[in-house]
């Protein structure tokens, strides 16, 4: 499977995943359902945004590497750099919509950063594993 197909199949498992495992972390944290909610919503949608712009750079960058596959590294890096950037998005919408200091969501933010790093690597290393690699990386 490759081209848009696989990354709408991708976001759309990786988002389901996301949506309930937020909603749930948050509110573990004692934050209001609702509220948890609308940011895992939030940062959902902001995060596939985020996905189909990243990861096409990120394929068109490894379509020229000379080293073929995804090592260990090449995964952590894409994890990492992912993350990254989809904090620079998230911590005012966390702001907004919990009312909370920049502090506590940079704190909140950190949480889930260490969370979805995992769930970011495994997501990609299962979705490789069942639907092969993208013509990027084979």
């Known amino acids: 499977m490759q081209g848009l197909r696989r990354r709408v199949l991708y976001v759309t498992l990786f988002e389901v995943g996301a949506i309930a495992a937020n909603s749930l972390i948050m509110q573990a944290l004692g934050h209001p359902l609702p509220a948890a909610g609308a940011v895992a919503v939030a940062a959902s949608v902001a995060a596939v945004l985020w996905n189909m712009v990243f990861n096409a750079l990120f394929e068109r960058w490894e379509a020229r590497q000379t080293t073929r596959g995804r090592s260990f590294a090449r995964r952590a890096a894409h994890a990492?750099?992912?993350?990254?950037?989809?904090?620079?998005?998230?911590?005012?919408?966390?702001?907004?919509?919990?009312?909370?200091?920049?502090?506590?969501?940079?704190?909140?933010?950190?949480?889930?950063?260490?969370?979805?790093?995992?769930?970011?690597?495994?997501?990609?290393?299962?979705f490789d594993a069942v639907f092969g690699l993208p013509a990027s990386a084979a």
Do not use: D, R
Not at 89 to 103: A, D, E, G, K
């Open 80 to 126: 990492v750099l992912f993350e990254g950037g989809l904090t620079l998005l998230l911590v005012p919408v966390m702001m907004l919509l919990l009312q909370i200091s920049f502090w506590h969501a940079v704190s909140l933010e950190v949480g889930l950063i260490a969370f979805f790093l995992v769930y970011t690597y495994l997501m990609n290393w299962a």
